[in-house]
């Protein structure tokens, strides 16, 4: 059974900085892209950054372009670091693993499996 779990969200203030962590457990692909998605609320769910099975290709909203990065530690743990947030940045952060992408731009295909979402409030 697959289980990603997120951790590192909270509140902070607009022009902060946060850094979540996902880790993976049970049988996730090691030559699988892992990432991030967020939900506002009353919205879809949009998708942030995806990094590919080596960590060597990145892609990232146009959003957040210039202010998020994200990093793999090995197979199954990721993190996304957030830096100058913003309030619009404000939503449930979720993980999503087993993603089928390689490299250049985000082709849209979603993950196999998704965490539970942690809590990003970027409020003054």
């Known amino acids: 059974q697959v289980q990603l779990v997120e951790s590192g969200g909270g509140l902070v203030q607009p022009g902060g900085s946060l850094r979540l962590a996902c880790a993976a457990s049970g049988q996730t692909s090691s030559r699988k892209a892992m990432g991030w998605f967020r939900q506002a609320p009353g919205k879809e769910r949009d998708f942030v950054a995806v990094i590919s099975w080596n960590g060597g290709d990145t892609d990232f909203a146009d959003s957040v372009k210039g202010r998020f990065t994200i990093s793999r530690e090995n197979a199954k743990k990721i993190y996304l670091e957030m830096s100058n947030l913003k309030p619009e940045d404000t939503a449930v952060y979720y993980c999503?693993?087993?993603?089928?992408?390689?490299?250049?731009?985000?082709?849209?295909?979603?993950?196999?499996?998704w965490g539970q979402g942690t809590q990003v409030t970027v409020s003054s």
């Open positions: 999503g693993a087993d993603i089928s992408y390689y490299r250049g731009t985000y082709n849209s295909v979603l993950p196999a499996y």
